[in-house]
């Protein structure tokens, strides 16, 4: 089984449509049991808030159902479950050294085993477009499906 925490900062918006996507996406393709899939944030802000209604609206536009999603923050537990902590940010990068031992912390920023960009998986050196700021949702959907059929597409080799 391949294990896969998405990550934000707030887990409400970009997070979440990235976790709900992705697993659209593997029970499109009937790999549901292949996969766990779940998403978290680097902050404590948003502990327990449903993901953010233009993001919840965005997902249901494409048939796609979030409800009973809370935000819940990113544990050192969860680096050691996963095999995949996918980050939507370089500030969600830099605020994991508040969540990982730093010995972990620097090796990964140095040499990632587990850590990465979404963007990267699309061959894209940049960030996930922050709706939070922008308001572009549609930016947003756009960026996080390019990453996770990238993602997907390099994992089922």
């Known amino acids: ?34 996969f766990e899939i779940a998403s978290a944030a680097t902050s404590t802000e948003e502990i327990g808030n449903p993901v953010y209604p233009p993001a919840r609206r965005m997902l249901a536009r494409h ?31 830099r ?8 010995d972990i912390y620097e090796r990964e920023t140095r040499d990632p085993h587990k850590i990465s960009l979404l963007m990267d998986w699309a061959g894209k050196s940049r960030d996930v477009a922050d709706p939070w700021y922008t308001g572009d949702f549609e930016a947003t959907w756009c960026d996080v499906n390019e990453g996770c059929k990238a993602m997907l597409k390099a994992l089922c080799k």
């Open 1 to 34: 089984m391949i294990k896969i925490l998405f990550v934000c900062h707030g887990n409400i918006c970009r997070s979440p449509m990235a976790e709900f996507v992705m697993k659209k996406m593997v029970r499109d393709l009937n790999k549901s049991a292949d």
């Open 63 to 93: 048939d796609i159902d979030c409800s009973g999603k809370t935000a819940r923050q990113m544990t050192f537990a969860d680096y050691n479950h996963y095999d995949y902590i996918v980050l939507m940010d370089q500030n969600n990068l």
């Open 95 to 102: 605020n994991l050294r508040w969540i990982l031992p730093q």
